[in-house]
């Protein structure tokens, strides 16, 4: 099984940062996609950024520019840098893993619990 850890969340200023990490361990054979995920409340969730294997990255057009996501596949953990954080940014943000636990298992996909972060005005 694969364990999927978020971390980083608060409560911050409209204006400021917040670093966001998101660490899969477990019985990985090889970690694929990472995407990170907001909820608000009322609202679907979307996807805010995606790393896949490799570099490319996806964003969300309302974070462009302002958040960043890398990996760090020796950790297997996938960081997410806000900056010029808004209010609207509130949101439960959540991590998505595709992983293979072996060789010929299938991509599987693992979400975790989320982290609260909360931007005031």
């Known amino acids: 099984q694969v364990q999927v850890v978020e971390s980083g969340g608060g409560l911050v200023q409209a204006g400021g940062s917040l670093s966001l990490s998101c660490a899969a361990s477990g019985s990985i054979f090889t970690l694929n996609a990472v995407g990170w995920y907001r909820q608000a409340p009322g609202k679907q969730r979307e996807l805010v950024a995606e790393i896949v294997s490799g570099a490319r990255t996806n964003y969300a057009d309302s974070v462009k520019g302002r958040f960043t996501i890398v990996r760090n596949n020796t950790k297997n953990t996938v960081y997410l840098q806000m900056n010029s954080l808004k209010p609207e940014d509130t949101a439960v943000y959540l991590c998505?893993?595709?992983?293979?636990?072996?060789?010929?298992?299938?991509?599987?996909?693992?979400w975790g619990q989320g982290t609260q972060v909360t931007v005031s005005s």
């Open positions: 998505n893993v595709g992983a293979r636990v072996t060789m010929k298992s299938p991509l599987a996909v693992y």
